[in-house]
């Protein structure tokens, strides 16, 4: 009689050993999808800003925007669909540049708007082929080394002469 009395104990001591083990198994798979959600959400995230900035860097470049005289309107707002700066292809256009800049305290909202950038902050320079100097700038740049940043060059012709477009996306 005392050797059945064992022998239930046993039984439950290996049922209590059993859901512990399994309860540290279901714990470690749970922290270790966590975790790997959290990556794979945080490169998703990255790649969305990646194509974003890609594109407003090719239109801005490559496109004269709509409507294509875009910057003989007396602000940019709703009339403006999309901004290019281009003429042709990379054959970029001062007037376009100039309304740019000088509508980046008032309108970098509607800008970004226009861009595709709504989630992000973004800044552009425009600069000699040496980077030495800047002939334009626009919008914002990161000052944190930390901050979660892209950057695109892309070469353009200003006045017959070649330049480095600079592009900077930022935040989300």
């Given amino acids: ?28 798979f749970m922290l270790t999808w966590d975790n790997l959600s959290m990556r794979w959400g945080s490169a998703a995230d990255h790649t969305t800003m990646e194509a974003s900035a890609f594109f407003a860097a090719e239109s801005l470049v490559a496109t004269p925007g709509e409507p294509e005289s875009w910057e003989m309107l007396p602000h940019i707002d709703e009339k403006v669909n999309a901004i290019g700066l281009a003429n042709g292809r990379n054959e970029l256009n001062r007037m376009k540049i100039e309304k740019l800049v000088s509508e980046n305290s008032t309108a970098y909202t509607q800008i970004k708007a226009r861009l595709g950038l709504q989630r992000y902050d973004f800044g552009m320079r425009i600069m000699s082929l040496d980077k030495e100097e800047a002939y334009y700038e626009f919008g914002r740049f990161s000052t944190s080394i930390f901050e979660n940043s892209l950057t695109f060059d892309r070469l353009g012709i200003l006045d017959g002469e070649p330049v480095i477009v600079h592009m900077e996306v930022w935040g989300g």
């Fill in 1 to 28: 009689m005392r050797n059945k009395c064992m022998r239930g104990q046993a039984w439950s001591m290996d049922l209590i050993i059993g859901l512990a083990g399994l309860a540290f198994i279901i714990m470690v």
